[in-house]
């Protein structure tokens, strides 16, 4: 047994958390989705997901994009975004969402947003 000052750790143990150090820290990405760097932006990756609410994030984490394609988020709340702690977020995209209205004060609060995408969806007005 290898010791390591003050925990005992079995050589197994210390493989794992080598080869996945993952393991070792819990993660505050809200399941299922991931977070990942895609394009030099912490991204909050939803894409199909089978959600139907915005998930709600660590306030640790500082995401810039949120992929939310391929989800039923026909029924979102006013300030949704910002509720779930996405207040900093420079890129949205809700592609393929089934989107055929939404709240007014559903994007409120996002002083950061520059990229929206709202492409294929039953939208008739902005």
């Known amino acids: 047994m290898i010791t390591l000052s003050p925990f005992p750790l079995r050589p197994s143990i210390l ?3 080598h080869y996945f150090p ?5 993660s505050p990405c809200p399941f ?4 990942d760097w895609i394009g030099g932006k912490l991204t909050l990756n ?12 660590g306030a640790d984490l500082q995401i810039e994009a949120v992929l939310l394609d391929g989800n039923s988020l026909n029924e979102l709340e006013a300030f949704a975004f910002l509720n779930a702690g996405l ?3 420079r890129k ?3 592609k393929n969402c089934l989107l055929e209205s939404f709240h007014d004060n559903l ?3 996002l002083t950061n947003l520059h990229q929206l995408d709202f492409s294929h ?3 008739t007005m902005l």
């Open 15 to 17: 493989l794992l958390l």
């Open 46 to 57: 939803c894409v199909n997901k089978n959600i139907t609410k915005i998930p709600v994030i």
């Open 92 to 94: 949205l995209t809700m």
């Open 87 to 89: 207040a900093q977020v």
């Open 107 to 109: 994007f409120s609060g």
């Open 22 to 26: 993952a393991i070792a820290m819990a």
């Open 121 to 123: 969806n039953s939208l």
């Open 32 to 35: 299922p989705c991931q977070c």
